[in-house]
């Protein structure tokens, strides 16, 4: 199939570009390179430097590729940011998405893959997290994604626009040659491994008083092999859907922190400081029905193979993608 993948230059995008290559399609990469990096992007994919938020921009891209599905990675995607500059997330994130929707229409692409968000539920009233669970967004963040899938709904009815919306939880590791660089690191586990290369002093624990056993977040860590199967699955299907993403395990801040040491071999000095604004103590997918209906299930499900994977391409790439 052709691909049109947006945000191919990103952490998540490049890795789903590759694994599209990978499975012989042919693959459009779209990207503003803010965020993403041209050397993200694997050379067998043809790149198109531009921004949603311009609609020839995403409108030119779009019958120039005239594409069999879309895959939409591009988005702004830290919470605390978002809490200081809603702006950026509802233009980025809504507006932005809404010109590639547009796009599609014009040209007649009816397939479409959307990059959510476990922040579109807020704090759950129980766990798993599963697609029958109210979503309540408790930061911008959660609520651009949660507002871009109620767009998606209408785009269907009255477009007969097919989408299928993938919630991801906590996206992790690397393959051998794309693995996560992001200009201002603000996730754990690249941050834990900057400590073991010697790049950062300590790693800072936001929270320890949490109620959970060893009182730090929760959170349900992904593959990001087993995400990018997931949309390839998604790819095969004939109705819309929304389905949540995750393993179904949780591992604690301090769980994280102990594996790192493991795998990489070095001591990770920490400092405990006061809880992030947004973070919800445990948030763990209940990701039954993509199992069931697109046959998806996760190979990586110990913390250690993820962490490993995302060490070894740190190792290599200690300066990320040098750019
Ligand atoms: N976290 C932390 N120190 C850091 C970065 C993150 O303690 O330097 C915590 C954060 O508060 C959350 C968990 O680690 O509980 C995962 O955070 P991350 O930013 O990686 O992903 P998020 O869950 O926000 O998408």
Redesign the pocket.
């Known amino acids: 199939m052709k691909i049109f993948v947006t945000g191919g230059a990103g952490y998540i995008g490049s890795i789903c570009v590759e694994q599209l290559l990978e499975a012989g399609h042919q693959v459009t990469v779209f990207d503003n390179l803010t965020e993403g990096h041209r050397k993200a992007v694997d050379s067998r994919a043809e790149l198109i430097i531009g921004d949603l938020q311009k609609e020839c921009d995403i409108h030119d891209a779009m019958e120039h590729a005239r594409p069999d599905a879309v895959m939409h990675f591009a988005a702004n995607a830290l919470?605390g940011e978002s809490m200081e500059n809603p702006s950026k997330y509802f233009r980025n994130n809504v507006y932005g998405g809404l010109n590639l929707l547009d796009a599609m229409v014009a040209v007649g692409v009816k397939k479409f893959v959307f990059s959510s968000t476990c922040?579109t539920f807020g704090p759950p009233d129980r766990l798993p997290i599963d697609e029958t669970l109210p979503q309540r967004p408790i930061n911008p963040y959660g609520e651009s994604k949660l507002m871009f899938e109620k767009i998606l709904r209408w785009y269907d009815e009255i477009h007969g626009l097919k989408f299928v919306a993938l919630r991801y939880f906590?996206a992790a590791g690397a393959t051998e040659r794309f693995g996560e660089d992001h200009r201002i690191e603000?996730?754990?586990?690249p941050?834990v491994l900057k400590v073991a290369l010697g790049q950062r002093e300590n790693?800072?624990?936001?929270?320890t008083d949490y109620e959970t056993p060893d009182g730090?977040?929760i959170?349900d860590y992904i593959h990001i092999v087993d995400l990018a199967q997931a949309h390839m699955l998604a790819l095969g299907t004939k109705e819309s859907a929304f389905y949540n993403l995750g393993t179904g395990g949780g591992t604690s801040?301090r769980e994280?922190i102990a594996t790192c040491e493991k795998v990489t071999g070095k001591k990770i000095p920490v400092v405990e400081k006061a809880r992030?604004p947004g973070?919800p103590a445990r948030?763990i997918a209940g990701s039954d029905k993509v199992q069931r209906e697109l046959g998806w299930k996760p190979k990586y499900q110990a913390i250690d193979k993820i962490i490993e994977s995302a060490w070894a391409w740190h190792v290599r790439h200690p300066n990320g993608y040098g750019d």
């Open positions: 919470v922040a906590n603000t996730h754990l586990i941050n790693v800072q624990i936001f929270g730090t977040c959170r801040v994280i992030r973070d948030l």
